[in-house]
């Protein structure tokens, strides 16, 4: 028997395994896809854009997704038929090795929406049972030792800090960021230099940032970027088990006993430990809850309250762009524009909260970022011409010089509350199994039209600074569409036993060794990317864990007759 089973290896697995197992306790790490090196990842365009390099083929493993419709009613699709992916990096470290590093905190309001902002109707928004307060010091930790790299600038929404800057300078950018400050400037806005979990320098045993520019979807060859592989599980002695897909947890009335899972080949293996952390990603983890129903949780492991995978959330918003008109720059903009690598790395957050009409409305974030370096995608988005007539030879070739060579987009992407729901949920279909024999999750699916309304804001708000700019070609999209790699939810945490999954320490209430870390304990998600606030919870987590563990020690070895440790 182990001290302490990780279910996962991402952002909310990896903090506790490097805290639990640098402090000398046996930790045993289970991730279902594989184990790559810095020396693994490199920037082929055709495994990650048109093949699942990082995640499991959808003819294995899938999920069924239920749309709600305006009529009441649940459009049903079959994730392999319809190509619907929600799997979003199954290899060690999650897919905190595949995001693009985009780290802001979560604001204090963000832990009282209910209480500051009101209800709204047909959203069950809560306030969370810990505070801005009780989480900043971890906030602070994942700068040191994940390394994010930034620069404060003074701005009305700035949430409180216990450090004046960040530990590691911001990452260099492209002189177009000149441009895009000027323009704020006169628009009355605070341009924030974006912070990034990438390291701008050498630093914690690992390479600085070359500027390559593929981050988003690919894993960094260079070590900089922070994810839970490179900063923290390749710095611990943890045992990670591979190709290990935990199927079942084994209970009594109290404790998680055993956790089941098999290989890749099907064979059938098992781990005892003494404490259980579930970290296999929102979906997953409340999937795994419900498939482990036995005589004492007859709807679901830990789901005496009815609410494991209620209230699933994405991240609302949207995007939007502009393209630059390269005839009409300076030869020294022109320059500029085209210097390739660096970074753009420009967000605004000067509508995370604004009024109207004397009503205070939380708002969000938009960070501001060139297109994907991706040639293939960007390649795609050409192959017409205005009419939308399917381009050939020399004219497509001359489209392509001109658009890959002189032009070049500026986007931004919006991130506001998705506020949950009764009809957004994971369930599991009992029919439909994947290649284990395992009932796969059901994904349904329903975006609040508030959650449209503040995005339509934002989004109208950052149109202004392409215009100041002088872009041409601006467009943007506010949906309903989920973001799959911005997920949360399905055990909330809470004061509560019978409305909420965990406690505020995120220890399941109903048993007394199981805890869930990654973004599931979200009760609302707040207008940020997660993986942020997934680590320092996390990091909290851990040290929960450590004031419980001697006791679980003293127990179990007294109880065996065995020394205590």
């Known amino acids: 028997m182990v001290d302490i089973c990780i279910i996962g290896s991402g952002a909310g697995g990896s903090p506790i395994a490097y805290e639990l197992a640098n402090a000398g306790f046996s930790v045993v790490v289970l991730e279902k896809g594989e184990n790559y090196t810095e020396n693994d990842f490199n920037k082929d365009e055709i495994g990650v854009t048109r093949r699942d390099m990082f995640t499991p083929p959808l003819n294995e493993q899938k999920h069924i997704i239920n749309e709600y419709k305006e009529d009441g009613t649940f459009e049903r699709y079959d994730g392999e038929e319809s190509s619907w992916n929600f799997w979003n990096g199954s290899l060690v470290g999650g897919s905190s090795n595949l995001m693009s590093g985009y780290f802001h905190r979560l604001k204090p309001n963000d832990f009282k929406l209910k209480s500051v902002y009101g209800k709204i109707k047909g959203a069950n928004v809560v306030d969370w049972p810990i505070s801005y307060e009780e989480l900043e010091p971890y906030y602070d930790k994942v700068e040191k030792v994940v390394g994010v790299s930034g620069k404060i600038v003074q701005h009305k929404h700035l949430e409180p800090r216990s450090s004046a800057d960040f530990f590691y300078p911001q990452l260099q950018t492209n002189g177009v960021t000149k441009w895009f400050d ?88 098992s781990v005892q430990a003494k404490i259980f952390v579930l970290a296999a990603q929102a979906i997953e983890s409340s999937r795994l809850l419900l498939n482990s129903k036995n005589r004492y949780f007859p709807n679901g492991l830990a789901n005496s309250s009815g609410e494991v995978g209620k209230n699933l959330i994405f991240s609302a918003g949207g995007s939007g762009s502009g393209r630059f008109v390269f005839e009409k720059l300076t030869l020294q903009q022109q320059k500029e524009l085209m210097e390739v690598g660096v970074f753009f790395n420009r967000s605004l957050q000067d509508w995370y909260e604004y009024s109207e009409e004397d009503k205070k ?128 939810g399905g055990c909330r945490f809470g004061n509560d036993a019978k409305k909420s999954v965990l406690d505020k320490n995120c220890k399941a209430h109903d048993l007394e060794n199981l805890y869930v870390a990654d973004a599931s304990f979200m009760p609302t998600g707040g207008s940020v990317p997660y993986t942020w606030t997934i680590y320092a919870n996390s990091f909290r987590i851990a040290d929960v864990i450590k004031k419980q563990l001697p006791k679980c020690h003293f127990l179990y070895n007294t109880q065996a007759g065995k020394p205590c440790l």
């Open 361 to 488: 409305y939380k708002g969000g974030t938009v960070d501001f970022l060139f297109e994907h370096q991706n040639i293939i995608s960007r390649v795609m988005r050409e192959v017409y011409d205005e009419e939308g007539n399917l381009l050939w030879g020399a004219a497509l070739k001359e489209k392509l010089h001109k658009r890959l060579m002189t032009s070049r987009v500026l986007t931004f992407e919006v991130f506001n509350d998705w506020l949950p729901t009764d009809k957004c949920f994971v369930s599991v279909d009992e029919t439909v199994k994947d290649k284990y024999g395992v009932p796969v999750g059901v994904i349904n699916l329903y975006g609040h039209p508030h959650d449209l309304a503040v995005g339509e804001y934002l989004a109208k708000k950052s149109v202004k600074v392409l215009q100041k700019l002088g872009c041409e070609e601006i467009d943007y999209s506010i949906s309903a569409a989920p973001p799959p790699n911005l997920v949360a």
């Open 182 to 269: 000027g323009a704020c400037k006169e628009l009355g806005y605070v341009p924030i230099p974006t912070p990034r979990a990438i390291l701008s320098q050498n630093a914690l045993g690992r390479n600085g940032c070359y500027y390559s520019n593929f981050c988003g979807s690919y894993g960094c060859a260079s070590g900089a970027k922070g994810s839970g592989r490179a900063a923290l599980l390749q710095k611990c002695d943890a045992k990670i088990i591979t190709d290990a897909f935990v199927y079942k947890l084994e209970s009594t009335n109290k404790k998680v006993t055993r956790a089941y899972y098999y290989t890749k080949y099907g064979i059938r293996h």
